[in-house]
């Protein structure tokens, strides 16, 4: 990395921009940033995630999701640059391949929630597919790495699969079609 941020702020937003990697300059309500920021908003929900006690494979998991959204936060601040490779998503297949071997199968939707753990994997899975789709709304306006995509997609998937594995003990919270309907 050629800079390193010394002073935190610059004063150089103030007038509504920011800068890209590139050293383009670009309004802060752009559709970049808020892929950007979901990005980052998505990467603080496994950071938060992470401070619950997690199984150990769990754990490696995520803390290397959160290098991978890095990688993604980086490519999206570079235009035109390409950082998530098709090796990230086949790794992202094979883990939730592996977390969801070890699961019964599902029959019915199950609700978000359970333990606090597997409510926190809910609650970045659902933020991944708000960043998946501005996502793919900025693919409609500018080039975005399919792989980008393909990864954000995997990655609401293995949230998904992580929050069961996590809720293996207290169980899945079956959805009861109309279950309020006649009261």
Known sequence: MGHRLTKIYTRTGDNGSTGLGDGTRIDKDSLRIEVIGEVDELNSCIGLLLAENLASEVRVCLIDIQHDLFDLGGELCMPGQVDITQRQVERLEKTLDSFNAGLPPLKEFI???GSRAASLAHLARTVCRRAERSLVKLSKLEKVSELSRNYVNRLSDLL????????????????????NRDL
């Not at 998904?160 to 079609?177: A, T």
């Open 111 to 113: 609700l978000p929630g």
């Open 160 to 179: 998904f699969v992580i929050g069961r594995v996590l809720n293996r003990e207290s169980g899945d919270i079956l959805w009861q079609p109309g279950k």
